[in-house]
């Protein structure tokens, strides 16, 4: 299990995490575990009217077996558990439950935190990597000292930033590896939906996290 989170709002967690997910399941099943909300959109599916895990937490008794049900498919080798209608807060007892579950998992299993860190503490420790995606941005970079230590470090590297990958490692005390290059065709896939029917090259260096380094 591979947990993608971030400090700060709108650094490029969520694509990541789907792109991650989407590359690893060239090799494996994969399932794409939904914390944050935004990955239906993203990948262009429909989920309106779909229970996702809020639902499943808000169940007096959650069922394991009921997390299958729920699963939205991606493509043959790729599923998505969303995180349903509202925001998403479980309890860390949930949050134990749900480690245990996603980590008994047969498949590839990759989780988009975002934000919610300090909130699923159980699912963080229970991967086997935590990974930090950040913009060589100060305020998101501050942000990350003040929150888990991650296992390793994805940048988004816009141009004209003062900050280059050395400083943003120094920073949060951990080599970064890989760096994703803004490119405009990564925009342009999110915003047509078109994500996992055409993955951008700029999103490759992500296979290094996965042991598929081509």
Do not use: H
Not at 92 to 105: D, T, V
Request: net charge positive; glycine share 8%; aromatic share 2%.
């Amino acid at each position: 299990m591979l947990s993608f989170f971030a400090a700060k709002g709108g650094v490029g967690c969520s694509v990541v995490a789907a792109s991650a997910a989407l590359l690893a399941s060239s090799a494996a099943p994969t399932l794409l575990v939904d914390l944050n909300g935004d990955l239906p959109a993203l990948l262009g599916v429909d989920t309106d009217d779909r229970p996702g895990l809020a639902e499943w937490l808000a169940a007096e008794m959650p069922l394991p077996d009921a997390l299958r049900r729920i699963e939205v498919p991606i493509t043959d080798r790729l599923s998505l558990l969303t995180a349903g209608e509202g925001r998403m807060r479980p309890s860390a007892p949930q949050s134990r439950i749900l480690a245990r579950l996603l980590s008994a998992e047969g498949r590839t299993v990759i989780l988009d935190v975002g934000t919610q860190s300090q909130v699923v503490v159980p699912l963080l420790a229970a991967s086997r990597r935590t990974i930090l995606v950040t913009r060589a941005c100060y305020l998101a970079l501050r942000a990350a000292r003040r929150g888990p230590d991650p296992d390793a470090v994805v940048l988004v590297a816009e141009p004209g930033r003062a900050l280059r990958p050395q400083d943003v490692g120094a920073s949060v005390g951990v080599a970064v590896g890989p760096v994703i290059r803004w490119d405009p065709a990564i925009a342009r896939a999110v915003d047509a939906g078109l994500l996992s029917a055409r993955l951008p090259r700029a999103l490759r260096p992500l296979e290094q996290l996965l042991g598929l380094g081509s």
